[in-house]
């Protein structure tokens, strides 16, 4: 015999949620509050290793990175610089390629070991460097890293052959500090990083 569900309706809905923090919105946060000098508050955050590997990539760059409890983190970028971000910081954690737009858009410079972490598949960085490139970055890249400059960032029409999630929040954060409109065309829509 099949389960029944019985629902009596019509009643109003009332009451508290706690919604738990997201990882994959934390560390573009995280990566974000680069692009503004002073402090921000990430709330929400959970307390996995991902967010404390994105922390300690902020620390290197000269980030005050404050944990205020399990879910609230302070963030100072006031001293933040550009620095090369060495191997031992990206190679467990893929969403280090974030770091590349904020960089370059505020400093001038990002230089970024290839970014590891997990393996469940390939995910090519081609979005973030041709659009980059459009928005008048010079960018090069070797078999280990992945170096930008530009003096000024200027908005561009930007279309991208995969709609990379985070190639997408890259540009946009890159964008952000650039001279100008910028369009994105074909950019990814999920609400998950990847």
Known sequence: ????????????????????????????????????????????????????????????????????????????????????VPAQLTHSLRASILFLGPLVARFGHAYLSFPGGCSIGTRPVEEHIEGLRKLGARVSVTDTHIEAHASQLQGATIYMQIPSVTGTMNLIMAACLARGVTHIHNAARETRSG
């Open 1 to 84: 015999m099949p389960s029944v569900i019985a629902i009596d309706g019509g009643q109003d809905v009332t009451g508290e949620v706690q919604v738990s923090g997201s990882k994959n919105a934390g560390l573009p946060l995280m990566a974000a509050t680069l692009l503004a000098a002073g402090p921000s508050t990430l709330h929400g955050l959970p307390p996995v290793s991902d967010i404390k590997r994105m922390g300690s990539i902020l620390q290197y760059l000269g980030a005050d990175v404050t944990q205020v409890s399990d879910n609230l983190l302070n963030i100072d970028t006031t001293n933040a610089m550009s620095l090369s």
